[in-house]
């Protein structure tokens, strides 16, 4: 892409502001995070400084306050930042909801919500799995009743990640119990701070909390907060979900290895699986880059396979990293060790989730099946 002179110097446009304006204690924080979920504490100081910037949301339309970049441009983009090892932005709020609030929200719920997305005045999580409902999520049943202008709800979510610094939530309700499970579910947005909830700490077992189970007691919901028609939250959930399992896996992990490669004392079997995962990633970026120029392939079907390879590969890093990070603590006489290889074993543990999470991989592997076998 960089034959190109324009994506160049944009290219060295981004590296020159990444350089200039990235704090040392967030990129620091970053370089110690166990999960690609970085508390608020570090995403937003940074989601801030590019808001500032114009380029909070480099996905989003122009119209909407995203900068007008290409594909091209915001793919150049999330390499350079994987690069300079900048925060991971919380991506309930910029890469989930608020695309589903611009196809699907009133022209006031756009309004209200999008701004605040992009400022970080709204921190959001998202409310789809439940106890009963984990992949096979049409089985949800937080219920949601009518009661003049408002919804009532009764049951609970779980594993939702940062409810306990979220004031908004995304969430799936079951309003009808007629016909096909995915025919009575609605979508809704909800405050946090609204009477009768509660939220329960998860601990994993990397030893983090960024999960936690939320209650509902008797919670009033204004129907006004739905997005879609009542009973239609599924097509919102679909359209929401490829976007939650696309993306841009392959820069962030490049940068990762080849922090990894350059360790010293790797052994010649830790030096041919880091080359054979090298290639996985350029034939993954490949992919991605493929997909992000729309050249053939439904939208569905790259989410999936993205979604796929993106998570293996991240897993198979992982335990490479495990695997230099046990040599290099026999090998060092001093106790001395990167920060890369510090955070290798709790990353690992939470990392166990990627290949669960927005759909397991395996349920995915049939949709691509469907897609391309009919």
């Given at each position: ?34 999960s ?23 996905d ?78 049409a ?15 009764n ?73 879609g ?46 080359t ?36 293996d ?62």
């Open positions: 892409m960089l034959n190109d002179p324009e994506l160049a110097a944009f290219r060295d446009e981004i590296r020159t502001f990444l350089s200039e304006h990235l704090p040392d204690e967030l990129h620091r924080a970053a370089s110690r995070a166990t690609v979920f970085m508390d608020p504490a570090v995403s937003l100081p940074w989601q801030r400084i590019l808001n500032a910037r114009g380029w909070a949301a480099p989003w339309p122009e119209a909407f306050g995203g900068p007008g970049w290409n594909e091209a441009q915001r793919y150049i983009f999330a390499a350079e930042c994987a690069r300079a090892g900048a925060p991971n932005l919380a991506p309930m709020g910029l890469k989930m909801v608020a695309p589903v609030i611009m196809h699907y929200g009133s022209p006031d719920q756009q309004a209200h919500y999008l701004p605040r997305i992009l400022s970080g005045e709204d921190y959001w999580c998202q409310g789809f799995s439940e106890p009963g409902a984990g992949s096979d999520l089985a949800l049943q937080l219920r949601a009743t009518p009661d003049g202008s408002d919804y009532i709800l049951g609970s979510k779980i594993w939702t990640t940062h409810a306990h610094f979220a004031n908004r939530m995304f969430c799936l309700v079951r309003t009808s119990n007629e016909g096909k499970p995915q025919a009575g579910i609605s979508f809704l947005l909800l405050d946090m701070t609204s009477p009768g909830i509660t939220v329960e700490p998860i601990r994993t077992l990397a030893g983090d909390h960024e999960l936690n189970q939320v209650f509902f007691d008797d919670v009033r919901v204004p129907q006004a907060n739905r997005l028609a009542e009973n239609e939250g599924w097509s919102v959930a679909k359209h929401l979900l490829t976007f939650e399992r696309g993306g841009k896996y392959a820069p962030g992990l490049i940068g990762r290895l080849e922090r990894l490669r350059a360790q010293a004392g790797l052994d010649a079997v830790q030096r041919a699986r880091a054979r995962e090298a290639i996985n990633l350029r034939a993954l970026q490949a992919l991605e880059i493929k997909a992000m120029r729309g050249l053939g392939g439904s939208t569905a079907l790259y989410a999936s396979a993205l979604k796929i390879m993106g998570t590969s991240a897993q198979r890093i992982d335990s490479l990293a495990c695997d230099i990070a046990g040599h290099a603590a026999w090998a060092e006489a001093d106790g001395q060790t990167s920060a890369e290889l510090a955070i290798a074993v709790p990353r690992y543990l939470n990392d166990r989730a990627a290949s669960i999470y927005a759909g397991s991989n395996e349920i995915q592997r049939d949709l691509v099946a469907r897609i391309l076998l009919g």
